[in-house]
Each structure stands twice: as C-alpha cells, then as structure tokens.
C-alpha cells in the first residue's frame, strides 16, 4: 500500500512538471507569434512560410532551443539582417528563458518594450542598426544581472545612461554609439570592472571623465567616446587602463581609444 502511495505520489509531481513545460512551451509558441504579428515587411518571406503550427518552434528560422528534450524552450532568438519591419511587442517578455537576442540591422522601430526587463536570463542584447526611439529605461537594466553585452547602436534612442548601468556586475560589452543620448555618464559605468569595451561615439554626452574612471576598467580594452559635447583633459589615471592604446591628444572632444 506504501508503495503505491508512493508511485502515485511521484506519478504526480512528474504530470506536474510535464504540465508545468509544456505550458511553459506554449507560452514561447505565444511570444514568437506575437513577433510575427508585429512585422509588416518581410522580403525574404521566411516567417511567413517558416513560422507556421505546421512544424515545432525549435525548427523556425532564427529559433535555437535547449538541449532538453522535454523542456524544449527558448533559448535564442537571432533574426539578424532579415530586412524585417515591425515593433518588438511586449509578449517578447514571456521568452523567459531566452539568452540571446540578435535583432540587428533591420527596421524595427518604437520603444524598447518594458516587459523586456523579464528576461532575466539574457546574457547578449544586439539591438543596433534599427529605428528605435525612446529611452533607455532604469528597470531594464536593473532587472537583468546576467547581461554580459549591450549593443543598441545606430538607433534613434534619446536620454541618458541610468546610474542602474552600474547593477550589471557582468557586463563586458556597452555599444551605445550613433544615437541621440545626453547628459552625464554615470559614474556606476566607470565601477565595472567586467567591462571591454564602451562605445559612445556621436550622441550628446556632456561633462567630464572623472579623474579615476581606469582606477577600475583594468580590462577596458575599447573606449570610443567621439562626436559628444565631453570637455576637458585626457583623465591622469588612463596609464591604468592598460590594455588601450590611444592617441596623444590633450583634450577628450575628439578621443577615440582603440585595441592594442
């Protein structure tokens, strides 16, 4: 009788957690389509001939899944130079355990959707070369301890960095380039000591680099900060940086730090 109970137990919780993927699943299939629904040009055709009910969502184009068979989830989204017009709509949230997302060189415009702050796998966000306009907004990047790299660049996206930038303790690369931000640079950026590469170039950025910004940037190895409204001189702490090479000028109006 014991025994029974106990496979009767354990047939339970595993329906449970079936139930519980399978659900989870089905909101992925949900999301994907919400993104399909949102695009008004696709030239190649491929999610509207790819992206049917016909075929399982691991197989669409642009669709990675995890190596679980019976979980199945999302785990990547790249749909890269596709020449796809549309918004991001806020269902893209639901991808809960998405890593990557590649949705670069294309025509997406709008707001950055905020339901994007659950994402709270996402470790890689290329976003550039879109049309998106808006701010960047403090929750997305509180929300997000696992991103490692940011790329937004050659959008329209206006406001200024939030001080949040400094929560993400594992971030190693900021492309922020080619848009219309302004104002200060936070000094949480200059705290992360994760970070490679910062890129700034031709926005509105104002103000000074403060004296001790490559006190902790020892792995900085990209620094572009041309085109922008900075003043004032090259900061005396830049020999810590050690991994940049630069040129010899006396003010930051025109620096651009490159590779070794």
């Known amino acids: 009788m014991e025994r029974m109970s106990f496979f009767i137990f354990k047939l339970t919780i595993a329906l449970m957690i079936l139930n519980f993927y399978s659900v989870s699943a ?3 299939q949900h999301a994907l389509d919400a993104i399909k629904a949102q695009i ?6 491929l999610l509207s001939t790819n992206w049917t009910s016909n075929a399982s969502i691991c197989t669409w184009t642009g669709v990675s899944c995890g190596s679980r068979v019976k979980t199945q989830r999302v785990i990547a989204l790249d749909l890269s130079d596709m020449g796809l017009v549309g918004r991001i709509p806020p269902q893209i949230g639901s991808l809960s355990f998405l890593t990557s997302l590649d949705l670069s060189h294309n025509s997406f415009h709008g707001p950055i959707p905020p339901e994007m702050m659950q994402l709270r796998h996402l470790e890689r966000v290329y976003m550039g070369h879109n049309n998106l306009t ?8 509180d929300k997000m301890p696992s ?5 937004l660049s050659y959008n329209s996206l206006n406001g200024n960095i939030p001080e ?3 929560n993400l303790s594992e971030l190693q690369d900021l492309v922020l380039n080619n848009n219309q931000f302004s104002g200060l640079v936070p000094q949480t950026l200059f705290n992360q ?5 910062i890129l700034l170039s031709f926005n509105s950025f104002s103000g000074t680099l403060p004296d001790d910004m490559c006190d902790q940037l020892v792995k900085l190895r990209l620094f572009f900060i041309s085109g922008n409204k900075f003043t004032g001189p090259i900061p005396s702490s830049i020999n810590k940086c050690r991994q940049l090479r630069y040129p010899c000028q006396q003010t930051i109006s025109t620096v651009a730090y490159q590779w070794k």
């Open 164 to 166: 949040e930038i400094g």
């Open 193 to 197: 000591s994760s970070i490679r590469r």
């Open 26 to 28: 089905s909101e992925d």
């Open 134 to 141: 808006g701010t960047l907004s403090p929750l997305f990047l």
């Open 40 to 45: 008004t040009m696709d030239p190649p055709g």
């Open 147 to 151: 991103l490692k790299s940011l790329n």
